[in-house]
């Protein structure tokens, strides 16, 4: 028979070794670089063209947030794409610098595919021209950031955007 101290200390043992994988499993987990209805467009929209429309698109609501915090878009738009995209400089660039790594990796994989598809192509071009537009957005935070972290994420975030605007297919 176990004496109340041992069942105390049974107990506390049982709730700590309970308690720290849950706490290890919260400070692993990850942002998601989509919002919900994004993630949902990207999921809808199998053909590549269409696809890396809402890729382009996605990053382009992270450079409005970061450029204007108090950005509002139109109620239609917020039906189909949902609300803005929420957070600091950091996860806003981060999210950026995933999406076009995304949608890098899904023009790779439509051109593993299908290299002779037209529509990769025409997605490689447009991602080529809307990251090329991007990093001039992008350039234009820096004054604005003093922060070596934001800085730093700007950083990563332009030069995700200058390997998509250099994109070519095999």
């Given at each position: 028979?176990?004496?109340?101290?041992e069942?105390v200390?049974?107990f506390?043992?049982?709730?700590?070794?309970l308690?720290?994988p849950?706490a290890?499993?919260q400070?692993?987990?990850?942002?998601?670089?989509?919002?919900?209805?994004?993630?949902?467009l990207v999921?809808?929209?199998?053909?590549i063209?269409?696809?890396i429309?809402?890729?382009?698109?996605?990053?382009?609501?992270?450079?409005?947030?970061?450029?204007?915090?108090?950005?509002e878009?139109?109620k239609?738009e917020?039906?189909?794409?949902?609300?803005?995209?929420?957070g600091?400089?950091?996860?806003?660039?981060?999210?950026?610098?995933?999406?076009?790594?995304?949608?890098?990796?899904?023009?790779?994989s439509?051109h593993e595919r299908s290299?002779s598809?037209p529509q990769?192509?025409?997605?490689?071009d447009?991602l080529?021209?809307?990251a090329?537009?991007q990093?001039?957005?992008?350039k234009?935070?820096?004054?604005?950031?003093t922060?070596k972290r934001?800085?730093?994420?700007?950083l990563?975030?332009i030069?995700?955007?200058?390997?998509?605007?250099?994109?070519?297919l095999?």
């Open positions: 028979m176990k004496s109340k101290m069942r200390l049974t506390i043992l049982m709730a700590v070794a308690a720290v849950s290890a499993r400070k692993t987990a990850q942002r998601d670089h989509l919002t919900e209805n994004e993630a949902d999921r809808e929209n199998q053909e063209e269409k696809r429309d809402v890729f382009i698109k996605a990053g382009d609501r992270r450079i409005l947030v970061l450029t204007n915090p108090n950005a878009q139109k239609k917020e039906e189909v794409w949902g609300p803005l995209p929420t600091s400089r950091i996860d806003l660039l981060q999210d950026f610098k995933n999406i076009l790594a995304e949608a890098m990796e899904k023009l790779d439509a290299a598809d990769v192509a025409k997605a490689l447009k080529k021209k809307a090329t537009r990093i001039g957005e992008l234009a935070l820096a004054p604005g950031m922060d934001d800085q730093r994420a700007l990563e975030a030069d995700e955007a200058d390997a998509a605007s250099k994109g070519s095999p």
